[in-house]
């Protein structure tokens, strides 16, 4: 990846599920634009940190359980002591490949409870975490991963679905609240894309890959990078009259 503009020199950027695939992938795109950068996760960040120092020195990482109100506040703070600012949080940690599609009717309230606990609760407990900061700074950028399967269904995930849905509608709202203090809140809905803990999962790749490509305009796997690109329109300048929206980015899959 080549440096360019470092269109957001100045910025500090909080990516949680860093460690790997769609996050590890925006991290880097950040770096090469000039951010500084805190790659946040519950393992594999501190590796992960490590190859994003050879593209930028202004990298941290750092453990953040987004399921813990806790560790999200300290790991804030953290942030803020370190860089002095907080300008740009995607919300991307969430349980998806370690699950196994299965009926509805066999899924676990426990299971629920978990999927909900990081994929919905954990953005609020982010957004909730940040926005003193962003309010008073009068800038921020906030961009949640939703699923493309939200908007056309699956079988054997309705509880991942129902909370990748429930990031759409908070998306949403969460602009509506926001907008007085000029910080922008947007989604970033990707297809099935081939990171790596996708490819080592079969039980997800053997029941969708087949299914997705056939949906797809586009007739090739999706990369993080397709979707870090997304992510990264929505953390700068160029989406400064944009908020509230969702870009599908799976191919052409799904049509708005």
Known sequence: M?????????RTAIVTGAAYGIGYAAAERFAAE??????????????????LLQLSPDVMALSIDVRDDASVAEG??????????????VNNAAISAELHPTPFEDQALDDWRRVYEVNVLGVFRMCRAVSPHMRQAKWGRIINIA????????????HYIAS??????MTRSLATEFGS????VNCVSPGLTMTESVNAAEHITGHFQDFAM???VLKRAATAEDVANAIYYFASDDSAFVTGQTITADGGSVFH
């Not at 951010?35 to 190859?51: F, P, S």
């Not at 804030?76 to 949080?89: A, C, P, T, W, Y």
């Not at 203090?181 to 922008?184: A, E, H, K, M």
């Open 2 to 10: 080549q440096l360019n503009a470092r269109r957001l020199e100045g």
């Open 34 to 51: 000039g951010a500084k950068v805190v790659l946040a996760d519950i393992k594999g960040h501190e590796e992960a940190a490590q190859r």
């Open 76 to 89: 804030v703070d953290q942030v803020l002591r370190h860089f002095g600012s907080l300008d740009i949080l």
């Open 147 to 158: 699923s493309g399967t939200a908007f056309k269904g699956a079988p054997g995930m309705l």
């Open 164 to 169: 990748k849905g429930a990031i759409l509608s």
């Open 181 to 184: 203090d000029n910080v922008l």
């Open 214 to 216: 056939s949906t797809r």
